[in-house]
């Protein structure tokens, strides 16, 4: 039974924060958006430089990593590269990330055991290294909303496939906010609310009437 005289105001330990992940894009290049028919691509575009963008304000590890870069799937998408302008891109020619050394020894070297994993396509170059992070004891949260399959089904049972096996479905907005977790973090609001206005949708939109008519301390 539970001890309520042992309750605290406290986070649970499952909560991502800035000093226990790190941020993993795999594939976001334009040959797999050709192939990507699960949802509009530009909104995957936006989740994933949302995403990008979150884990930049709070100085989370990221590893960017591309498959067959230069012979078939074209460079990562430059709003990524944009985000993280000196970070190297692991180029890989295995579609499971986990089976290539060079990202694997990116991740261990994060020190982070919760990974945030996007990527092309879902139902692939997501739930290979999911999984194969999974069974070596990592914890995997897979941002849907920052990936993308061929077909709407073949994105939902991959995702339905890595829920089964351990992973757990967030979205970028849910990652953003669950970094921040209190507006009075005044060293990262104002960066937190500027990535929402620039790619939160009618959220950042609202958050922009609420400053123009509130003044700009309105809580996101």
Known sequence: MTDFSQVTAAPGPDLLTPDNCAVLFVDHQPQMFFGTGSGDRT??????????????????????????AESFSGP??????????????????SMNAWEDVPFVEAVKAT???????????????????ALSAIAQGYEVYVVTDASGGVSPQAHEHAVQ?????????????QVLLELQRDWARTETYVPVTEVVKEHGG???????YAQAVMGEHAAG
């Open 76 to 93: 990562i998408m430059p709003q990524l590269k944009a985000v993280f302008p000196d970070q190297q891109v692991i180029d890989r020619t």
């Open 43 to 68: 909104a995957i575009i936006n989740a994933a430089t949302g995403l990008a963008k979150a884990a930049k304000v709070f100085d989370v590890p990221v590893v960017l990593s591309t498959v067959a």
């Open 111 to 129: 020190g982070r055991k919760k990974l945030v994993i996007a990527g092309l396509w879902t139902e692939v170059c997501v739930v290979l290294p």
């Open 161 to 173: 496939r890595m829920v089964q096996g351990g992973a757990i479905p967030v979205t970028w907005v």
């Open 202 to 208: 009618a959220y950042g939109l609202g958050l922009v």
